[in-house]
């Protein structure tokens, strides 16, 4: 029987690695994305072309309106994207956005017998997140065994999290031997509606670093 896996992309650099990933495992793929009320649709649009151009089973983009709640950067345009490092967990962390995003992508595993759930948390390269810890995804998995008629009946479900320790570059040299295209992909908190990046977040820097000490060419696009 083939396997099937939902795999969340953002249309970012380490989704669309986590993509590639799950193919080469064997996985048929069902791509799973958040309009969730932040700051640009940029993104949204990368994941669309990464989905396209990996040729996943089937491509989902679900609206959450976290944006109702805010409290973060990039859900509250009154809060400012920092341009440089901070202390802390940063203010681009969204409130239990992982949760939320698990939660759904769980739900559609159930509706089509998925045993699998990628998601490219990583606790290496990260802006701090408390839901990027391997902690919070063991913790998850065993909630997720317990809350569902697959888990009940039998068929684990596992959270594959294959980014967990590599470094940003190590990320981009796995994603480039699997032909993953990033000039499709945006990282960036604060792109413009071209997709073009700031440069200066947390994110853009982080990315930056990677394709540097990776010894890559960075496709990335500034504003």
């Known amino acids: 029987m083939t396997k099937k896996a939902i795999v969340l992309v953002s249309g970012g650099l380490d989704s669309a690695t986590v993509l590639a990933m799950a193919k080469e495992q064997g996985f048929e793929c069902y791509a ?24 996943v089973k089937e491509h989902k983009v679900v609206t959450l309106n976290l944006d109702d709640i805010g409290g973060s950067a990039l859900t509250d345009a009154s809060i400012d994207v920092p ?3 901070t202390d802390g967990i940063p203010v681009t962390y969204v409130p239990a956005r992982n949760t939320v995003f698990l939660a759904i992508a769980l ?9 699998d759930i990628c998601i490219g948390v990583n606790a290496v ?3 701090g997140y408390p839901d990027c810890r391997p902690e919070f995804i063991e913790a998850f998995e065993r909630t ?3 809350a569902t008629k697959m888990g009940v009946e039998g068929q684990k479900i596992h959270i594959n999290t294959p ?12 994603g480039t031997k699997l032909g993953v295209d990033y000039g499709l992909t945006v990282s960036c908190y604060q792109a413009d509606d071209e997709g073009r990046a700031c440069g200066k977040c ?6 930056a670093a990677g394709f540097e000490q990776a010894g890559l060419t960075d496709p990335t696009r500034y504003q």
């Open 202 to 207: 947390d994110a853009c820097r982080l990315r």
């Open 144 to 146: 997720a065994n317990l």
């Open 125 to 127: 390269d990260y802006s």
């Open 107 to 115: 739900g559609w595993a159930e509706v089509i017998e998925a045993q």
């Open 163 to 174: 980014l967990m320790k590599l470094s940003k570059a190590d990320i981009v040299k796995a």
């Open 32 to 55: 799973l994305s958040f309009n969730y009320g932040q700051r640009h649709t940029s993104e949204l649009q990368a994941a669309q072309r990464v989905a396209a151009q990996m040729g």
């Open 83 to 85: 341009e440089h490092e």
